[in-house]
């Protein structure tokens, strides 16, 4: 019953600032969210992730202080705000969360860790 609806991804030009959601349906309970990427050729990788109360949040090394997370528990959505895109940031962006609800005792920086995924938004980027 849970699923992940991503949205927001389009193409934009090197530079530009670009916010991603993911929007939870099928259940009233807080999960910890992350976010992942995959471009052609290459494995999914972690890029974010936010706990399930807002409260610490994960990046990834080549983020390099240019995305955020957040979250909107009333809305059950999650934000990824990505600014100075790179080419290299193009690629198919998931949201996903693990089956666990509340608190988190895992490593989310781990897909494994994960159950439930979105089908992803393409973000594209033009240099």
């Known amino acids: 019953q849970v699923k992940l609806v991503e949205s927001g991804g389009k193409q934009v030009q090197a530079g530009d600032s670009l916010k991603l959601s993911c929007t939870k349906t099928?259940?009233?309970?807080?999960?910890?969210t992350g976010w992942f990427r995959q471009a052609p050729g290459k494995e999914r990788e972690f890029v974010a992730a936010?706990?399930?109360?807002?409260?610490?949040?994960y990046f990834a090394d080549f983020v390099q202080g240019r995305f955020t997370i957040s979250r909107d528990d009333v809305k059950n959505t999650v934000y990824l705000q990505m600014h100075r895109l790179k080419p290299d940031d193009q690629a198919v962006y998931y949201c996903a969360t693990p089956l666990h609800t509340g608190p988190f005792p895992g490593n989310l920086l781990n897909e494994h860790e994960y159950h439930y995924w979105g089908a992803g938004t393409q973000v594209t980027v033009s240099p």
């Open positions: 099928g259940t009233f309970s807080a999960h910890a």
């Open positions: 936010v706990t399930w109360n807002g409260r610490q949040d």
